[in-house]
């Protein structure tokens, strides 16, 4: 069996804090750009112009699809992946037991 | 062998328990980077959500217009420089009527666009004035000159019949 992931984790120990860091910052800017959004569409409306508060509504749905998205990349930790009953490694644990 | 796998599970489930509801001070106000993440992704469907009643509440339920004329009061109650404030029957917009010094009537929505402060006239000026957060408009067509205000006043169109001043919704050119 291959232990390049081992090794990978093994060499960079920092990845995951990392990846968290990354995807927060991805997370700021898209509600930013949502706040930018969602203001914008408000002043138009008040200026008795539809066509940008639908166009908004769309941008901002989108994006929060793709911060919704995001979340299934947040990294577990490996303290939460051990305690996680559905984690690979217990997982792997439990068929041992099973055994 | 059972009895292991229970005992693993109920550990895990204790755990999770204390995660989401720790009794220890200390745990309990603390927010890791994962759960600000998560509270990150709620706003923005939080903010998706506003949105969507904003082009709802644009397209389905409109700002009512201004139908047909609506007499506001005699020319000479305006002396020139002057202004007066006037509601049309039917509506709770104030609005505000000014005599310029060329002699032209305008009439406009009283609210700033700020934040809905009450508007005067600035005699002798040409700009109309918002007290709260010193934002100005000018006064021949609503535009914002300085300050706060994201837009121009709404305005409406005034019509001079012999001595009395009417009011009726601005015609398509000079929205």
């Not at chain 2, 992704?41 to 201004?66: H, I």
């Not at chain 2, 404030?85 to 009537?105: A, W």
């Amino acid at each position: 069996m291959s232990n390049f992931r081992t090794n990978q984790n093994k060499s960079n120990t920092n990845k995951i804090n990392v990846i968290l860091s990354a995807v927060i910052v991805i997370l700021v800017l898209n509600v930013a750009l949502q706040i930018w959004l969602l203001y914008t569409a408000l002043n138009y409306t008040l200026d008795n112009d539809t066509g940008v508060a639908t166009t908004a509504f769309f941008g901002s749905l989108l994006i929060f699809f793709i911060c919704a998205g995001m979340i299934y990349y947040l990294p577990e930790g490996e303290i939460r992946k051990k305690n996680n009953l559905f984690s690979p490694s217990l997982q792997k644990k439990d068929e041992k037991l099973r055994q | 062998m059972n009895k292991d796998i229970k005992n693993i599970k109920d550990k895990n489930e204790e755990e999770t328990w204390s995660q989401d509801f720790p009794f220890h001070k200390q745990n309990a106000t603390l927010v890791g980077r994962r759960e600000f993440a998560k509270m990150l992704a709620l706003v923005s469907g939080g903010l998706a959500l506003g949105s969507g009643l904003v082009a709802a509440k644009a397209n389905f339920f409109p700002k009512e217009k201004v139908t047909g004329e609506h007499f506001v009061c005699n020319k000479k109650d305006i002396p020139v420089g002057g202004g007066r404030s006037f509601i049309i029957q039917g509506s709770d917009i104030p609005y505000l009527l000014i005599h310029l010094e060329d002699g032209s009537f305008k009439a406009y929505e009283q609210k700033c666009t700020h934040l809905s402060c009450s508007v005067y006239y600035k005699k002798g000026t040409g700009q109309i004035v918002c007290p709260c957060h010193n934002g100005y408009f000018n006064a021949s067509d609503g535009s914002v000159m300085a300050g706060p205000p994201p837009r121009k006043l709404p305005q409406l169109q005034v019509i001079v019949k012999g001595d009395k001043l009417f009011v009726t919704a601005p015609s398509i050119e000079s929205v």
